[in-house]
């Protein structure tokens, strides 16, 4: 009998062992998570593929990883530069002309990263408006939405004689590409083909796209990139380092595995077309890296040559310093 107590006495004692274990080990978990980082990401725009590798890096653990425990957001009515310099989010994704308009205004932002090595974008129109060329803007109908470059770039082509007469720029706001093109409100419109482009296809709609870039070289700037304020890049650089390595990886997944990269964007934005995503995903995954070394390295002179010609078009004073609006060292080396 008494045998029997003590082996029962034993056995209690080894789970009330096995159990203190058990928490101490949920305790670690515990306090692990609870060590991570907490890290704000603002977007630029609702959830699309140009943001895909954000997502990867979440879903994939590599935030995790790195010691971050990351929100992505959506702007709302600030937008990302706005948020980051005043330490409300501490990284955020926007464009190159905008982080040079918002320096020039001396707002602390610096592109850390550029998501796509080549301005994807494009002033597109339906095949049965028969704009083939630069010359078959004029007289046309523009839809946008009122911005100082799209008014810049027109007069820039005005002045160099590629268009003969002005465009009407019609400011559509919001309204939906091909809501403005179907209701005949406008004949062309400037996109990313990478999204909108795709859409199309996914419509069957043929368009006609002539890309930014092919007009002027200075047009194949960075857009969009990821931004991060000067304080936190002087103060905390190991945050900007740890950050960039999850999301190098993951932009690198989306690389490699764009069907699986469209599948975590749509879990975590299950509003959005399948077919498009899937789609975009493909088109993009031979953008994010292109000709480049590694995922979002920046060279001076794509800031320099689009900062001249933004100054020379009066969009910016003189000195704009573009080797202060971008930085490489905190992409991880390869």
């Not at 957001?73 to 464009?95: C, E, I, M, R």
């Not at 060329?133 to 008014?151: A, H, L, N, P, Q």
């Not at 890296?289 to 009066?314: C, P, R, S």
Request: hydrophobic share 40%.
């Amino acid at each position: 009998m008494l045998k029997k107590i003590l082996i029962l006495c034993s056995c209690l004692i080894f789970s009330l062992l096995l159990v203190a274990c058990g928490d101490t080990d949920t305790q670690k978990d515990d306090q692990a998570a609870q060590a991570n980082k907490k890290v704000t990401v603002v977007l630029d725009w609702t959830p699309n593929t140009n943001h895909t590798g954000l997502y990867v890096a979440l879903k994939k653990g590599y935030f995790a990883e790195e010691g971050l425990d990351v929100e992505i957001v959506q702007p709302g009515d600030n937008v990302a530069n706005q948020l980051v310099a005043t330490g409300k989010a501490q990284f955020g994704v926007s464009y190159q002309e905008e982080v040079n308009f918002a320096r020039q205004s001396g707002v602390p932002v610096v592109s850390i990263a550029a998501v796509i090595q080549h301005n994807t974008s494009c002033y597109a129109s339906p095949v049965a408006a028969g704009i083939t060329e630069i010359k078959d803007f004029s007289g046309k109908k523009y839809g946008g939405w009122g911005g100082e470059v799209e008014e810049a770039l027109f007069q820039y082509m005005l002045d160099q004689k590629l268009i003969g007469e002005p465009v009407e720029n019609i400011n559509i706001g919001s309204t939906d590409f091909f809501t403005a093109v179907d209701s005949g409100t406008i004949d062309f419109s400037w996109i990313f083909y990478a999204w909108t482009g795709i859409e199309a296809e996914v419509r069957g709609m043929d368009l006609n796209c002539i890309y930014l870039k092919d007009i002027n070289p200075a047009f194949d700037y960075y857009t969009p990139v990821l931004v991060a304020s000067e304080d936190l890049l002087a103060n905390d650089p190991d945050l900007a380092k740890a950050f960039l390595s999850a999301v190098s990886k993951g932009y690198e997944y989306c690389v490699q595995n764009p069907d699986d990269a469209a599948a975590i964007l749509l879990e975590y934005a299950p509003e959005l077309n399948a077919d498009l995503v899937k789609q975009s995903q493909e088109w993009l995954a031979n953008q994010y890296i292109a000709d480049a070394d590694q995922w979002g390295t920046q060279k001076l002179e794509v800031w320099q040559n689009y900062a001249d010609w933004m100054t020379e078009n009066g969009l910016m004073a003189e000195g704009f310093d573009a080797n202060a609006a971008f930085s490489n060292d905190f992409l991880p080396n390869k």
